[in-house]
């Protein structure tokens, strides 16, 4: 894997932020098997199933929740997963180098949802490569991703292996 740093020289137009649904689901995908391949550890409870985008007439609330809602067998302790894939960071509009991977109203709807549910929430981040094997990997607490657009210093701080199976350890996904 090279240094995220290094990653930082290829900055891409803002247009390829928001990168197209099926490649989100293909993320959403691989996330979920770095959960099921690990045997009887992780259950997926939840899983949004996106249905607003089939039926375009009508607002789906499910769909409004984070991707995935994943109980850690042993203890019975239940998280949520918000899974987002991206091509390359962009320099804002004060022209820093930021990924965005999000917008405030869902920031707070992932809130509430942790909130009524008593659960923490992650944002799984997969950035550059290809969605089912992304370059990069961040497990990012909702609590750490405050803001739509991330600096790279939260991102660094949140890096994991892309093709590591995750583990749940006092109540953290790494």
């Not at 259950?43 to 850690?72: A, C, G, M």
């Not at 899974?83 to 707070?108: A, D, H, T």
């Not at 497990?139 to 590591?164: Q, V």
């Amino acid at each position: 894997m090279k240094p995220f740093i290094d990653f930082l020289k290829f900055l891409f137009d803002q247009n390829d932020v928001n990168d197209d649904l099926e490649t989100g689901h293909e993320f959403e995908q691989y996330v979920a098997e770095l959960f099921t391949d690990q045997g009887n550890y992780f259950s997926i409870l939840e899983w949004t199933p996106d249905n607003s985008i089939k039926h375009k007439n009508f607002r789906v609330e499910s769909n409004q929740n984070p991707d995935l809602v994943i109980q850690y067998n042993p203890t019975k302790e239940k998280f949520a997963v918000e899974c987002k894939f991206r091509s390359g960071l962009y320099k804002n509009k004060m022209n820093q180098v930021v990924l965005k991977w999000s917008y405030s109203e869902q920031i707070k709807r992932y809130k509430q949802f942790s909130q009524e549910r008593k659960i923490p929430v992650f944002i799984v981040i997969g950035l550059g490569g290809e969605p089912d094997e992304p370059e990069y990997m961040f497990c990012i607490p909702l609590e750490e991703a405050k803001y739509p657009e991330l600096f790279t210093s939260i991102l660094e701080k949140f890096e994991r292996p892309s093709d590591r199976n995750f583990f749940w350890k006092n109540r953290k996904l790494h």
